[in-house]
């Protein structure tokens, strides 16, 4: 489940990058981060259906949902703040009607374009360090556990 | 390869030459030419300097008879600029002369361009300061502190001061009057005695012997074949030679011999010296210095040119060697005038101190204490500073109206511009009308290969065949085309062709440029005709207008037309040909629009047009009973998108009220007790993405929507606009407008639109900004949808918008000297033709923060201010913009006492070139836009908001900071000459109570609108005469126009009142403001610089920043 966020957030940067070096026309590209159900014909045709953020929104949220079931408190705590982030990010989004973060005609904004390219990496590296962080946590806990069941 | 370059329509064959080159021709004339060319130089040099004015005009007058055989190979549409008002046939056909006299030759009017011919003769004997500049104008600025400190009219101080400059206007009453009848073919002479000898011989011909122009043709051609031939055959013996201008001095009778190696003109500038050479060519006569050129060239001219080219170029042979005393002169002039040019060749070296403006400079950044200084103004209204350049790139820099840049010294690095604390960015009125533009059709457009550059005056030619780009510095190759040169019909010498000879030039796209076949000219009008748009009565005015100008639309035989109006439903017209009369044709279903007839509703204008002219009769009667207040304008739209998207073109929205009905229906959210809240406004960005996504979707498919907003209540101009702005349209608005209560509204809607509906447009057009290497494009402002970093989307693209630019330095941009800028805009014409129009610019780079100071432009700087602001209060919110601005002041101010100024006097002290900086600012701070405390409407801050993204930075500056003249007084001293007028030209005065005085009458010109207040003890005989009433009481209260009296002061305000408006495009209307009258509160609010209920004083604005600056 990291390692899609981890993906995501790939994406996300290349996306930018792309954007930045001008190999996309920024409609294009705001399409196929913000999921619309109009523009699902266009997305077809470009068949890189890659709807990006709002999976990623979710897929942290649900992270996020998931440690507070299993009462990891410290990890919800790491989390939290970057689930502040999102619903502010979210809250804080340009007038639009349909789901969805980046509009096509302001994007181009060099302000607005480095930021969301530093919020990529930005994320990236926490997701990066928050699986590793994943993974030791599900080797402690299943090494605790053989542990555990080899001393019964 | 045709170059067309005249604004006419010419008949004759089609003739392509380039099929000319393998033929071999004959090698004899060649040879002779070579000996003909070492004295080229030497003979234009002279002329260039000398020739008083009265021989340009004449020239002017060549140019045009030399057409017809000189260009006669194309047949351009031409007729396409002759929609411009000025476009007269007296420009030049090839405007070389003028456009490479400097970037003032594209000015808008020939009012101003003659203003500035007139300067020219006085500023010849000041060669330091560039031929061709205009005063700047500080230099003439008193600069005497606390002459006259508070209080006191300061009017009587000014006109004894400030007049010395003025005279020199007007100093030369021959000139005048030559210029009267040469329009602008006058161009300086330094320019256009250049371009005689080389075409004026042609013309001569043209008049005198009246060859068949058929068998002229084949002859010359041949002729010239030989000549490319032999050149080739030069160019191959001849190795490149490295050193450019080395052989210019050493030789001058050699270098240029074959004409091919173009050693001599490697430099990166269109060196005027090459140039000359060029065209004196075909000018053998002995040139004393103050000699007439036109009458001396007669003689020759009678040789025959085109008939006879071999003959042309023999002549010059035997003729130089004839006349060893002008040899003589003319190669020490042009030794002189290039003597900076073996320090010029490398690019690195081009500027430096060399341009030699040290006084202006030193003007520019004399430290001035704005607290002690009152008398800020220049006399005239401030022009754009110059570049600190050299000459010769100066004479071929992009006019400031077309292309200005807020620092016209690029900061070498970023930390250098973080620095100044002065933003760095671009301002551009890309589509502006021409008076005169180069036109160019050509096979191969030559571009840089890596960052497809076009060719432009500031390429470097490495040597004949190489060319290096100056904005990434790739090499390339000179195709083999491009070595011939069509305006002198001689090969070999690229750096001579129009295309780096001038800074603005235009060509004919091939097919390469195009997506898909150039789309025909298509006008949709959607009209709202609900029972708000009936109450207001716009339909019968915009039918009548419409109707007059209707064979006048931009267009060819291509063009279409469709009509559609809207209430609570939509109703369609079919127009088709054969149709007794018009079929409406309602759809009711808002909800799913369909488009009833594919076919009918956008028809022929030509084939239709009797139906179309029945429609427009009759609309205004048809709906005079609609009881229908609803307004489905969201449908509307999607029925015009519809309609459009399979060809484009420009859709055309009248609306009277807030949209109540579909899709894109809005509530009101104005709220009228918060309108003169002072704490900001809300509500100014769009409350749906509906507008914004329709306007994406036209967009995409080359629509651009154009909104007509005439509505007397809140009618949410912040979402409707951006209809407009993200498909490059335009906005008006006219608050509470109705035809009988508002005649003045009226009268302005009426003169918008007949403006609106006959100005040039171009279809599906992309723009594509470029910079050097290092600097890059950081955010625009304007009406576009931005494609990528640096490529704008216009779906339409008309005269009258202009766009900004930010820009910042990535890398340090140390290694290199200039700075160049261009801007390619990619259209359609209104005739099917796909054309480019570039303009580049060219800067320093300075290392130097004075020099950073120095060569600032504060009206570029406020405009893109203004512009950032704009956006900041969008983004974030009204008070936190306003601050921004006053922190701009702050800064500014904090950062020249602590790095530049070394005084150590307290005060406010800022660069002379910045000393209207806070003035400026203040102005923009009380400007509607961005003005609080004073009751202002949602929608007309709104739409302040969009002419500040969209209006030209004159415009723009004329409404934020409105001219004022003192009238009672006017008087011919230091006035303008032009045609047959005689233009008086009194001094700005500050925008201050003050200044106005009870016994005076004052103009002010707020861009698209003048005041003309009169005062209560006026002047009996100004109100008698210019009025026409026979005193102050007898002034009717909303007198809107100056009869036209036969008296002396009459025909003076009425001159001066016409030149100002020769200036805009839109034309405005004038009110007369009694000193009593309720409407001194629409004039008093425009001064500035007093204290208002809400707003501070200049004096006040001053101490605050002063307080800012020392905390």
Redesign the interface.
């Known amino acids: 489940m990291s390692l899609f966020e981890l993906i995501i957030t790939w994406g996300l940067i290349i996306a930018f990058d792309e954007l930045k070096t001008d190999y996309k026309n920024p409609i294009d590209q705001c399409n196929t981060l913000n999921p619309t159900v109009e523009k699902v014909k266009k997305i077809k045709r470009v068949k890189i259906a890659i709807k990006l953020v709002l999976p990623e929104y979710l897929i942290h949220f649900f992270f996020c949902v998931m440690f507070f079931c299993a009462a990891e408190w410290l990890t919800l705590c790491l989390n939290l703040p970057l689930l502040a982030y999102h619903v502010w990010r979210y809250m804080s989004r340009p007038v639009m009607s349909c789901p969805g973060l980046y509009d096509p005609t302001t994007i181009m904004n060099a302000d607005i374009l480095a930021y969301c390219q530093k919020e990529g990496w930005c994320k990236l590296a926490f997701y990066l360090l928050s699986f590793f962080y994943y993974l030791y946590g599900y080797a402690v806990s299943s090494d605790r556990r053989t542990t555990q069941h080899g001393s019964v | 390869m045709c170059f067309t370059i005249l604004p006419r329509l010419l008949p004759g064959p089609v003739q392509s030459y380039p099929s000319m080159y393998p033929i071999t021709g004959y090698y004899g004339a060649p040879a002779q030419q070579q000996q003909s060319y070492p004295t080229i130089p030497s003979q234009a040099a002279p002329v260039s300097n000398k020739s008083p004015i009265t021989n340009s005009a004449h020239s002017a007058n060549y140019y045009q008879n030399n057409h017809p055989q000189q260009l006669q190979q194309h047949h351009l549409p031409q007729h396409h600029y002759n929609l411009q008002p000025f476009q007269q046939q007296q420009h030049p056909p090839y405007t070389t002369s003028a456009s490479y006299y400097g970037p003032q030759s594209y000015h808008a009017s020939p009012a101003q361009q003659s203003q500035q011919q007139q300067q020219q003769p006085s500023l010849v004997p000041m060669a330091v300061s560039g031929p061709g500049g205009p005063l700047y104008p500080i230099v003439s600025y008193p600069s005497a502190p606390g002459s006259s400190q508070y209080g006191t009219l300061s009017s009587s101080q000014s006109t004894t001061q400030m007049g010395a400059p003025l005279h020199q206007y007007g100093a030369e009453p021959p000139a005048s009057s030559a210029s009267g009848h040469s329009g602008y073919g006058m161009a300086p002479p330094s320019q256009v005695a250049p371009t005689v000898n080389g075409q004026g011989s042609t013309a001569q011909n043209a008049v005198h012997s009246h060859y068949s122009q058929t068998s002229q043709a084949s002859l010359s051609y041949n002729s010239y074949g030989g000549v490319t031939q032999s050149s080739g055959g030069a160019d191959a013996d001849r190795p490149p030679s490295g050193t450019p201008s080395a052989s210019v001095h050493s030789s001058p009778g050699h270098h240029q011999g074959g004409d091919t190696s173009s050693s001599s003109t490697g430099s990166a500038s269109p060196v005027p010296n090459s140039y000359d050479s060029l065209e004196g060519g075909s000018y053998p006569e002995s040139m004393p210095p103050s000699s007439n050129v036109t009458n001396q060239a007669q003689p020759y001219g009678s040789y025959g040119y085109p008939g006879m080219q071999s003959a042309y170029r023999q002549g010059p042979a035997s003729h130089t060697d004839a006349s060893p005393s002008h040899d003589l002169y003319g190669q020490s002039n042009y030794q002189q005038y290039s003597q900076p040019f073996p320090s010029l060749s490398e690019l690195s070296a081009a500027l430096g101190g060399l341009s030699g403006v040290p006084e202006l400079e030193v003007e520019a950044l004399r430290p001035i204490n704005l607290l002690q200084e009152r008398n800020l103004l220049p006399p005239r209204p401030l022009e754009a500073p110059e570049p600190n350049l050299s000459p010769d790139l100066k004479k071929v820099n992009c006019s400031p109206q077309t292309f200005r840049c807020t620092l016209t010294s690029i900061p070498q690095t970023q930390a250098l511009l973080n620095k100044a604390r002065l933003p760095l960015g671009l301002l551009l009125h890309p589509f502006r009308d021409l008076q005169q533009l180069p036109v160019i059709t050509s096979n191969t457009i030559v571009r840089c290969r890596s960052c497809r550059t076009y060719i432009n005056p500031f390429v470097t030619f490495l040597d004949q065949r190489r060319w290096k780009c100056n904005l990434c510095y790739r090499v390339n190759d000179v195709p083999d085309e491009f070595m011939y040169n069509p305006v002198t019909r001689s090969y070999g010498e690229p750096h001579k062709r129009p295309e780096v000879q001038n800074s603005t030039v235009e060509f004919i796209a091939s097919s390469d440029y195009m997506l898909r076949p150039p789309q025909p000219a298509v006008y949709l009008f959607v009209l709202d005709v609900s029972h708000n748009a009936v109450e207001a009565g716009y339909l019968k005015y915009f039918c009548d207008s419409l109707l007059e100008n209707l064979d006048k639309l931009p267009g060819d035989s291509r063009t279409r037309v469709g009509f559609l109006t809207f209430d609570s439903t939509i109703h369609f017209y079919n127009l088709q040909e054969g149709l007794s009369q018009p079929q409406m044709l309602v759809v009711s279903d808002i909800d799913d629009v369909f488009i009833p007839s594919h076919d009918s509703l956008m028809v022929n204008l030509k084939e239709s047009n009797e139906l179309v002219k029945d429609l427009l009769k009759s609309l205004p009667a048809l709906f005079s009973q609609s009881r229908e207040t609803h307004s489905a304008l969201g449908p509307a739209l999607q029925a015009a998108f519809k309609l459009m998207s399979p060809t484009g073109g420009r859709i055309t929205v009248f609306q009277t009220q807030l949209p109540t009905l579909g899709a894109g229906k809005l509530q009101s959210r104005e709220d009228p007790n918060q309108r003169s809240s002072s704490k900001g406004a809300h509500h100014l960005?769009?409350?749906?993405?509906?507008y914004?996504?329709l306007a994406?979707d036209c967009s995409?498919q080359q629509i651009g929507v154009d909104l007509f907003l005439l509505s007397s209540q809140y009618a949410d101009l912040a979402s409707l606009a951006c209809i407009s702005r993200?498909s490059a349209g335009s906005v008006f608005y006219y608050p509470s407008f109705h035809y009988i209560h508002n005649p003045a509204q009226l009268e302005k809607f009426q003169r918008d639109l007949e403006r609106y509906l006959t100005r040039k447009i171009g279809f599906e057009a992309v723009m594509r900004i470029r910079c050097t290497k290092g600097l890059?494009?950081?955010?625009?402002h304007g009406n576009f949808?931005?494609?990528?970093?640096?490529?704008l989307s216009l779906a339409n693209v008309n005269p009258d918008s202009a766009f900004a630019v930010?820009m910042?330095v990535e890398d340090s941009l140390a290694d290199s000297s200039l700075a160049c800028f261009q801007a390619a805009l990619l259209y359609t014409s209104s005739k099917g033709k796909r054309r480019i129009r570039v303009h580049t610019l060219c800067l320093p780079v300075v290392s130097q923060l004075s020099d950073v100071y120095a060569g600032a432009d504060v009206q570029a700087i406020t405009c893109l201010l203004a512009n950032m602001a704009i956006d900041r209060s969008l983004s974030s919110s009204l008070s936190d913009a306003r601050d921004a601005l006053v922190n701009a002041v702050v800064d500014l101010v904090s950062a020249y006492k602590s790095n530049v100024s070394n005084l150590q006097q307290s005060g406010l002290v800022l660069p002379a070139a910045m000393r209207l900086f806070p003035l400026y600012i203040l102005a923009l701070l009380k400007q509607k836009a961005l003005r609080t405390g004073t009751s202002t409407r949602l929608d007309e801050r709104v739409f302040a908001m969009c002419e500040f993204k969209t209006q030209p930075l004159q415009q723009l500056m004329r409404m934020v900071h409105p001219d004022l003249y003192r009238l009672d007084n006017i008087s011919d001293q230091g006035a303008l000459h032009l045609n047959d007028t005689v233009v008086p030209q009194p001094h700005l005065l500050h925008l201050s109570a003050e200044r106005l005085s009870r016994d005076g009458a004052f103009l002010m010109d707020c861009g698209n609108v003048f005041y003309l207040w009169i005062g209560k003890c006026c002047n009996e005989m100004f109100i008698r005469d210019v009025l026409g009433c026979p005193n102050y009481a007898s002034i009717p209260p909303n007198m809107s126009h100056i009869p036209e009296l036969e008296t002396p002061l009459s025909e003076r305000v009425r001159a001066f009142l016409d030149w100002l408006q020769d200036n805009r495009a839109f034309s405005s209307t004038i009110h007369v403001v009694k000193d009593d009258a309720s409407a001194k509160a629409t004039l008093f609010q425009h001064l500035v610089e007093d204290r208002s209920e809400w707003a501070s004083s200049y004096h006040e604005f001053l101490q605050h920043i002063q307080q800012q600056v020392s905390k």
């Open positions: 960005g769009p409350a749906t993405d509906f914004k996504k994406l995409g993200y890059s494009i950081h955010t625009f949808f931005v494609r990528s970093t640096d490529l930010q910042s």
